[in-house]
């Protein structure tokens, strides 16, 4: 039998998405009411009266009184806790805060109805970026702070200030990373359902961790747990914007009990624009030490993330510049170490995780500090990598942070000679003759996954998620239920963990069935999120199939009259080794359930098993080239080349790790040259259509080329490390490096993420009065 881990087969979920059988929240709106948010139009200011023609259902923060609000918690003492209220009270604090909510019979009545409420807002000072709210002075988004830095974390080495002054070569720079939208295609939306009969509520919503929010959203609302029920349907995409408890789920349940009813929300893509959990606000100033041989020494660091009005429950606004702090230093190999990361508060819409949290930001940072240490140095780009990459495992961060074994060099080895670096020289410079600018940028980094408790708990979260848990069942025809705490949505995970509880239990991936995404159904978990579902689900599926053929096994033994560790299954058959002896899976199935007389003394009727694993954490790592050619008068980047270099461990489904790789490095294109959410000096957001925020289509994407290694550690009993981050995380870089590569000629220094057209000319007239 062939296993199946490492086939590429054909995702399970995919048909009834692809002949529209899906069924996604605003599917399910048919027999509900209809709820719409009235918005803050101001940024910053206090509410005076909300008012609402007598004809309208209208619910404010005063009818709402009983809800707790959510206040996300760090117990470190340089942690200041933020609450936010489901409806604005009292003050707005960012364009797009809910401060009212109406329900009418449909979606068109909803909105009308939205219009008529009468909102006055005393306005106030405000303050829209991280560095004017750092000023002394500057008006303060929360009254009860005095400063609005809520975070303030610091790690310091013995020796940075002596390293840095025997250093042969000290690069130092500033770099802004500008705030993004994660842009699922399906937008937010919950429908909540009261059951009169019953007392119960089910909240059918597209979030990416049901139990967190039927946790929470008991806790806010003050009901019993017991009494709620969290759906997750298909979900159109998440990337980390539903992993947050959004406070219009909140709204909606409790409209949904308040009325007795069933109502619904789905926000329309200018609220999520608007509204919707933003991302990748930062402002970093690197300095780099390096010694003659070009090694990097040292570096310091003050990194400064905007995390918006409010913090995201449950991993708080420290999620950003806490994994900043800890995982700057990526694939390479240095042991002194200064840094200081802040998280701010600005009048802006809330920040949650995005796809790569801060790790796209900070292998920016670092692959741009070795770029320009490179030029400064005079060597190749990838040379001076390869010479300060971590090559001996494990390794031991300046953090604290186990590397198991990786293939940073190599991976590098084999990007260098699948792009053709000499050849792309070689053109380069025939190009330049003739007024064109090509350009090559590399990006090396490593992606921290499947990380458990211990990982979260260093961080000092008052909710520390982690675990996971699986339950697992044959039934008496042979075929097998999953049951998971996870909750996929488009990582391909049904197929995957089918492939390798087929691989343990001998059936076919095909008789496997994943449930997931109800909290009556599933053990309690903590959703999809940071590259953790297949390395911790997986390992948990693992465990529990191991347990489960253990059973199989020991029945088949009695059957067979031979020892348990002598049968073996595979292809639906027990048999005994080296023998013709056998009995098919299904009837030792069926005997476990409808004959348990003849089963050994002590063993339960039917065929369960239970694990739960919790993994301290593995680290993937990649290297992505990209090239590019430039266009210095339109400012225009085209991308030609992009070339992958993957290593996650075992592979269990190629086909799936391609797809998740194509749409990372897809996002990360996006990051590098398109994406951007701008607000002006009011506060006003000016990105609420796709008209203005740019996604970038087929014709900017190139094809994506990908190599893949695989590095099996023992830091995961699968095998498997993740990788759902890994394309957003390392391709700006590559990007960036490469319009800078191509544009050094003309002196242009780059040190800013989206590289615009517009961004990109400012910066080339600026360089043009400087000889290059």
Not at 439 to 444: D, E, H, N, P, R
Not at 712 to 720: L, M, V
């Amino acid at each position: 039998m062939i296993p199946w881990i490492g086939q590429p087969l054909p995702r399970f979920e995919d048909p009834p998405l692809l002949t529209g059988e899906g069924r996604f929240v605003a599917d399910l709106t048919q027999d509900a009411s209809f709820l719409r948010f009235v918005r803050s139009p101001v940024a910053h200011g206090r509410i005076i009266s909300i008012e609402a023609p007598e004809r309208v259902t209208a619910f404010t923060s005063d009818d709402l009184r009983e809800v707790r609000p959510i206040r996300p918690l760090l117990h470190r003492p340089d942690f200041h806790p933020i609450e936010q209220p489901v409806l604005a009270s009292g003050k707005v604090r960012f364009v797009g805060e809910p401060v009212a909510v109406v329900v009418a019979g449909t979606l068109e009545e909803a909105e009308d109805a939205a219009e008529q409420v009468f909102v006055d807002i005393e306005s106030e000072d405000r303050v829209i970026s991280a560095p004017d709210a750092l000023r002394p002075g500057a008006p303060a988004v929360h009254d009860h702070l005095e400063t609005n830095v809520v975070v303030d974390a610091r790690f310091e080495t013995e020796r940075v200030d002596e390293v840095f002054a025997d250093a042969a070569e000290v690069v130092e720079f500033d770099l802004r990373s500008r705030r993004q939208n994660a842009l699922p295609l399906e937008a937010r939306g919950s429908v909540a359902s009261y059951d009169p009969r019953t007392g119960r509520t089910t909240l059918t919503a597209s979030v990416q961790s049901p139990h967190v929010v039927r946790t929470v959203l008991a806790d806010l609302l003050g009901m019993p747990e017991s009494d709620l029920r969290v759906v997750v349907p298909d979900v159109g995409g998440a990337f980390g914007q539903k992993f947050c408890l959004a406070p219009e789920d909140v709204v909606t349940a409790w409209v949904a009990r308040r009325l007795r009813t069933t109502v619904s929300w789905v926000e329309d893509r200018r609220e999520n624009l608007m509204s919707s959990f933003h991302s990748r606000d930062h402002h970093y100033r690197v300095r780099g030490a390096f010694d003659a041989d070009a090694r990097l020494l040292a570096v310091d660091a003050d990194l400064v993330c905007n995390i918006g009005a409010y913090s995201c429950y449950p991993v708080t606004c420290g999620v950003e510049p806490l994994m900043a702090l800890a995982e700057f230093p990526g694939p390479y190999d240095f042991r002194t170490y200064r840094v200081r990361s802040r998280g701010v508060t600005t009048n802006t819409c809330p920040m949650a995780p995005y796809r790569g949290v801060s790790r796209p930001v900070i292998t920016l940072a670092m692959e741009r500090l070795l770029d320009l240490a490179a030029v400064r140095l005079g060597i190749e780009p990838a040379e001076i990598r390869r010479r300060n990459l971590i090559s001996e495992f494990p390794y031991t961060s300046a953090t604290g942070l186990v590397y198991d074994e990786g293939s940073y060099v190599e991976s590098l080895d084999r990007a260098v000679e699948a792009i053709g670096l000499e050849d792309f020289r070689g053109r380069q410079a025939a190009a330049r003759s003739e007024g064109r600018y090509l350009g090559i940028g590399f990006s090396v980094f490593s992606e921290r996954t499947g990380y458990g408790t211990s990982a979260f708990a260093a961080r000092s979260m008052d909710v520390t998620p982690g675990y996971e848990t699986v339950d697992l069942a044959m039934d008496p025809s042979g075929n097998v239920e999953a049951r998971l705490g996870a909750s996929p949505h488009g990582q391909g995970l049904e197929t995957t963990l089918a492939q390798l509880i087929g691989d343990e239990l001998g059936v076919e991936p095909a008789r496997v069935r994943i449930v997931h995404g109800d909290t009556d159904r599933t053990p309690y978990g903590w959703g999809t999120f940071a590259s953790r579902s297949l390395v911790i689900a997986g390992g948990a599926a693992r465990l529990a199939s191991d347990r489960l053929r253990s059973k199989l096994a020991a029945i088949a033994s009695s059957e067979l009259e031979a020892a348990p560790e002598d049968i073996v299954i595979r292809a639906g058959r027990a048999t005994v080794a080296g023998t013709d002896a056998g009995i098919d899976v299904a009837e030792l199935a069926r005997l476990a359930y409808h004959s348990s007389h003849r089963l050994a003394a002590g063993m339960d009727p039917g065929l369960t098993a239970t694990a739960t694993y919790d993994p301290a954490g593995t680290f993937s790592n990649a290297c992505h080239v990209a090239t590019v050619e430039v266009d210095p008068e339109t400012g225009g980047v085209r991308v030609d080349r992009f070339v992958v270099v993957e290593d996650a461990g075992r592979l269990i489904n190629p086909m799936i790790v391609d797809g998740q790789l194509h749409g990372g490095v897809t996002q990360g294109i996006a990051g590098a040259l398109y994406e951007e959410i701008r607000y002006d000096e009011e506060g006003n957001i000016l990105t609420t259509s796709l008209m203005d925020f740019l996604p970038p289509t087929l014709a900017e994407v190139p094809t994506i080329e990908i190599h893949h290694l695989e590095t099996i550690s023992d830091a995961t009993i699968t095998g498997a490390k993740g990788l759902g981050e890994g394309g957003t995380i390392g391709a700006p870089a590559a990007v960036i490096n490469a319009v800078a590569d191509a544009l050094r000629p003309l002196g242009v220094q780059i040190a800013e993420a989206p590289v615009t057209p517009s961004r990109l000319r400012r910066l080339v007239r600026e360089s043009e009065r400087i000889p290059a």
